[in-house]
Each structure stands twice: as structure tokens, then as C-alpha cells.
């Protein structure tokens, strides 16, 4: 049976990529919903109409799980999902603001994520468990899921953009950088440029995998012990099984698989940030 993981376009990598590093023995399926790709900026209606498709495909495709790799899908749909699929486990990937308050030792957290996943309450509600201190502030980057999915990972105007929107933090104040996107991951080396060197960058991504990997234990469906978490991507790429879709068709095109491949590579390098 496969996995299925599923993003609105190229930040569910993020996911598979550590799933497939812990897991290379499962079969993945990844889902990138590009026809309708930003999900950030819809209303959440919309982005719930998208995420029961994606579902429906994934049930009908053998899955055994899924993993919403997706924070702004995560926040609108899943607990409504996990109600109407209850056979189907369905893991969300969450801001890891909790780990992140944990860490900060008294000093600031900034969460940054889509316009959709900042409003939505289930973020609101998980910040006013954790943050006793009101120490958490959140920020939205819709522009970065844009960047992400021309494939503009580094360039003067990313630098700007992010220049911008950080302006007016005092960012000697804070501790930790909560990237609550999966799209975001791939500019962990633009934001380490730009932020003190106290500021420590965290993400739901292994969280989320490992979530998934303690379900799939507990119904004696994990394949085979986890592997090492300093396995290399260079050494298992060939080994890992994954059929890749958009929107419901399947890539099969080489070069387009080819980017697929250079996509990982540069998350693998993001991993080492
Ligand atoms: N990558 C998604 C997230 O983690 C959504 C990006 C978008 O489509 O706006 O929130």
C-alpha cells in the first residue's frame, strides 16, 4: 500500500523528502495540487472543496495514510476530514510553535506562514495554549509560495521581499523562526543570511513524519524500522519509490521528473541549515 502526502504545489517535497529519508522502503504517492496553487490566498471553503478531492484521489489510490503537507490545508480541513474518513488516518503538519515557545528561552518567536493559516483560529488557538508568556508573533509571506513555484528560490527580489516584510521587527529580540509553510523550507538559506545568528529556524516537517511513522506502527503497517536520520539523499534517491501527480495526473514526463529531482536536492541541502 502507498503513502500519500499532498501539498498545493511543490512544499509537500518537504515532507516526502524527510518521509522518504526515514522510510525509504514505503511506496509514496505526492500530490501537488497545481491547478489550484496558491491555497493561502482562497478563502477557506475553496481550499476545503480542493482538499476533499485530493482525499477522494488518495482513498482510491491504495493509500494507507495520508499526510497533509500543507500547514494552510491542515488548519481548515483536517479535523473535518479525519471525521469523514474515519477508516483513513490523516496526519496535517502544524507550526511547530509549540517546540519553538519550548525553545526560545524567554526571548521572541516569529511565525511566519500563508494570510489563510495566520487567521485561521486553529493557529490562534494552538498560540494562546502555548504562549503564556505572549512572546509568539505571526507574520504572513504569501509571496514566498509564489517565488517557490517559479522556481525562484534565490535572487535579489527574494532577498527584498523578505527585507520588507521583516522590517519593524527588532529581530535581536527573538530565538526561534517558525517556518509554518512547506513552501517556505526552500529559502531557509536567504532567511539565515538575513536573521541574527541566535535565531534558531524550526519547521513541523520531522514532527509531522514522525507522527506518521508512530500511526503506522500502531496499526502494524510500518514497513520496516526507520532509518538513521543522517542518511544522505545522494545515497537511498535511486531506492525510493514515488509516483508523482498534479492534480490528479500523473507526471511522467523526464524532464519534468528531472526537476522533481532537482528539487530535492536543494531541499536536501536546506535539510543541513
Ligand atoms: N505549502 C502550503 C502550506 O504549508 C500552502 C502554500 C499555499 O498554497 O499558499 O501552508
Known amino acids: 500500500m502507498n503513502i500519500g502526502i499532498f501539498d498545493s504545489g511543490i512544499g509537500g517535497l518537504t515532507l516526502l523528502h524527510q518521509a522518504a529519508v526515514l522510510m525509504p522502503h514505503e511506496k509514496f504517492i505526492f500530490y501537488a495540487d497545481t491547478d489550484h496553487v496558491p491555497y493561502g490566498t482562497k478563502t477557506r471553503e475553496q481550499v476545503i472543496s480542493y482538499v476533499n478531492e485530493v482525499i477522494r484521489f488518495m482513498a482510491d489510490h491504495d493509500c494507507k495514510a495520508v499526510v497533509i503537507a500543507c500547514n494552510t490545508a491542515t488548519a481548515v480541513a483536517a479535523e473535518q476530514l479525519r471525521s469523514q474518513y474515519a477508516s483513513l488516518p490523516i496526519i496535517g503538519i502544524e507550526p511547530a510553535v509549540k517546540p519553538a515557545v519550548a525553545e526560545s528561552g524567554g526571548k521572541r518567536v516569529l511565525v511566519v506562514a500563508t494570510p489563510l493559516t495566520v487567521h485561521e483560529r486553529k493557529l490562534q488557538k494552538l498560540v494562546e495554549r502555548v504562549d503564556d508568556e505572549h512572546l509568539v508573533d505571526l507574520l504572513e509571506l504569501p509571496g514566498l509560495v ?25 529581530l535581536d529580540k527573538y530565538r526561534e523562526l517558525v517556518l509554518g509553510c512547506t513552501h517556505f523550507n526552500y529559502f531557509k538559506d536567504t532567511f539565515r543570511g538575513l536573521m541574527p545568528p541566535q535565531i534558531h529556524m524550526i519547521d513541523g516537517s520531522l514532527g509531522t513524519v514522525r507522527q506518521l511513522m ?11 524500522a526507520p532509518a538513521e536520520m543522517d542518511v544522505q539523499w ?22 519534468r521528473l528531472r526537476e522533481m529531482e532537482q528539487l530535492h536536492e536543494r531541499l536536501e541541502l536546506m535539510r543541513k541549515i
Not at 508512530?214 to 520496516?224: A, P
Open 146 to 170: 509564489e517565488f517557490a513555484e517559479r522556481g525562484e528560490f534565490v535572487s535579489d527580489r527574494v532577498t527584498t521581499y523578505l527585507q520588507k516584510r521583516l522590517m519593524g521587527y527588532e
Open 234 to 255: 545522494q545515497q537511498i534517491r535511486h531506492d525510493v519509490c514515488v509516483r508523482y501527480f498534479e492534480s490528479g495526473r500523473e507526471i511522467t514526463d523526464a524532464a
Open 214 to 224: 508512530r500511526v503506522l506502527d500502531e496499526r502494524h503497517e510500518l514497513l520496516e
